[in-house]
T-cell receptor, first 111, second 114 residues
Framework: EDQVTQSPEALRLQEGESSSLNCSYTVSGLRGLFWYRQDPGKGPEFLFTLYSAGEEKEKERLKATLTKKESFLHITAPKPEDSATYLCAVQAGGGYQKVTFGIGTKLQVIP | NAGVTQTPKFQVLKTGQSMTLQCAQDMNHEYMSWYRQDPGMGLRLIHYSVGAGITDQGEVPNGYNVSRSTTEDFPLRLLSAAPSQTSVYFC?????????????FGPGTRLTVL
């Protein structure tokens, strides 16, 4: 059974204080690992898809990396508007497979 | 593009009532899914569709029905609402083309069953 574990559950940072969120996963043949941002009362917003170990993707202050067992979402010099819950999800390969989500990391960036 | 739209935004039902949550997408995506999100739990897949006329069960399908008569629409039906179905429901559409996979979510429907 596919599993996704995110840590920490909550993270409080000062504005400008860089940090990383962790996503550990087990999946039978990874098709893709997804990162989303979710603001309160809204649907998840797609950020990245990573496909193979060693791959990296960047968007503004966010950089996602992937190994065979985990993914990291690095946040460089965060701003208060980066405050949100960040969700990680995995999809197995072989035709259409369901996407399994983690519970998320709630990030708060304090001015 | 409007992306993924869902109606209603909020709904209150009594136990035993039925209703349909609407979902539409205008991106011509082949895949569509319904999830529920509960506190302390990740998004859980209810039903999904890989194309018009094709649907399948996800992780938590009991008490829900779906159909997909067009590429654009994917309604979710609650047959006889129960308090355990109180949740936030998200519809998503996705594609897999040219080695690229992306999934987009609607704004959600917050459902309370009394």
């Amino acid at each position: 059974e596919d599993q996704v574990t995110q840590s920490p559950e909550a993270l409080r940072l000062q504005e400008g204080e860089s940090s990383s969120l962790n996503c550990s996963y087990t999946v039978s043949g990874l098709r893709g690992l997804f990162w989303y941002r979710q603001d309160p009362g809204k649907g998840p917003e797609f950020l990245f898809t990573l496909y193979s170990a060693g791959e990296e993707k960047e968007k503004e202050r966010l950089k996602a990396t992937l190994t065979k067992k985990e993914s990291f979402l690095h946040i460089t010099a965060p701003k208060p508007e980066d405050s949100a819950t960040y969700l990680c999800a995995v999809q197995a390969g072989g035709g259409y497979q369901k996407v399994t989500f983690g519970i998320g990391t709630k990030l708060q960036v304090i001015p | 593009n409007a992306g993924v739209t869902q109606t209603p935004k909020f709904q209150v039902l009594k136990t035993g009532q039925s209703m349909t949550l609407q979902c539409a997408q205008d991106m011509n995506h082949e895949y569509m899914s319904w999830y529920r999100q509960d506190p302390g739990m990740g998004l859980r897949l209810i039903h999904y569709s890989v194309g018009a006329g094709i649907t399948d069960q996800g992780e938590v399908p009991n008490g829900y029905n779906v159909s997909r008569s067009t590429t654009e629409d994917f309604p979710l039906r609650l047959l006889s609402a129960a308090p355990s179905q109180t949740s936030v429901y998200f519809c998503a559409s996705s594609y897999s083309r040219g080695g690229k996979d992306e999934q987009f979510f609607g704004p959600g429907t917050r459902l309370t069953v009394l």
